[in-house]
């Protein structure tokens, strides 16, 4: 799911936010200050001075008689000026148009930019932050419960016709675990390494198709590997059969998934353990040796 820093960092901007925009709407009343919203529109009134008028997700108007001794900027918004409406600085409006009443006068520049995306943007910016986080989180989800899925069936298949180096790599995890960590974040560093140092040539070239076959075969023989260690962890085999363990470490792992902040976080740790208990084990080909006292 989603990963702690980048939520984190969502969160951390949404305050910033909050604060300036409480700082910009409580400076609103003052007469010669500065008008800023985010989200919204900014209207300047007949007889009233402002700065500057600024308005990120809305349009800006100044009615008849009102002035703008600074700026006028709409994002996302159109500039409306109204007859008699004053702009001694620049008026800007990027994702709309600048609407200017017979008598209006401008200072500056008119600067209207992506006018033709108008239409489009008022949609986003209805969204509250609240919406846009918890859109990613039902978007993660989704990636997350498809994640699952794939893995679930490959795991199913891999155990009717290779159980054996499944065992052997499960086995590899459980006897070898910090070996298996090191191993699985050892194999991420060489190969984001090879790929930094390849880059743009013709080896690069050549060896991308190689790497992302050999990381997918790695990944897949990890994941259910994992899952696999973790049912046998929790519940014995009956009758011999892997599919049961199988099934009830994935879905615990899955559980683990959906938690916010630490579950993707969990999720992506406890498969390094998978993959590299695969490069140790020689792709299950080899025996498990014990830890080391």
Same mark, same amino acid.
């Given at each position: ?86 702009? !001694? ?12 009443? !017979? ?25 509250? %932050? %609240?919406?846009? %986080? ?97 049912? !046998? ?61």
């Amino acid at each position: 799911m989603l990963t702690s820093c980048p939520f984190l960092a969502i969160v951390i901007v949404t305050l910033a936010l909050g604060l300036l925009c409480a700082t910009t709407f409580a400076a609103n009343d003052l007469q010669g200050s500065d008008m800023v919203r985010i989200g919204g529109d900014v209207t300047v009134d007949e007889g009233r001075v402002v700065k500057d008028a600024v308005a990120i997700g809305g349009s800006v108007t100044v009615h008849s008689g009102g002035c703008v001794t600074g700026n006028a900027v709409a994002i996302g918004g159109d500039v409306h000026l109204k007859a008699n409406a004053h702009v !001694e600085g620049d008026t800007v409006a990027i994702g709309g148009d600048i609407l200017k009443a !017979e008598g209006a006068s401008l200072g500056g520049s008119e600067v209207a930019i992506l006018s033709g995306a108008k239409h489009l943007l008022p949609v986003f910016w209805k969204w509250s %932050l %609240l919406d846009i %986080l918890y859109g990613s989180y039902l978007a993660s989800l989704m990636l997350h419960i498809l994640v699952v899925l794939v893995i679930a069936a490959l795991g199913v298949l891999l155990l009717l016709f290779v159980p054996g180096p499944l065992q052997i790599i499960s086995s590899t995890i459980r006897q070898s675990a910090l070996k298996s960590a090191g191993w699985g974040v050892g194999s991420i560093v060489v190969i984001s390494l090879l790929l930094i140092i390849t880059a743009g040539s013709l080896l690069g070239i050549l060896l991308v198709p190689v790497l992302v076959v050999a990381v997918a075969v790695v990944a897949v023989l990890g994941c259910v590997a994992l899952r696999l260690f973790v049912g !046998e962890r929790t519940v014995s085999a009956s009758g011999g059969s892997l599919m049961k363990p199988f099934l009830v470490g994935m879905l615990i792992l899955a559980a683990i998934g959906l938690v916010p902040l630490v579950g993707g976080f969990v999720f992506l740790v406890a498969n390094l353990f998978g993959v590299g208990a695969v490069l140790v084990s020689r792709f299950g080909l080899g025996q498990p040796r014990a830890a080391a006292l």
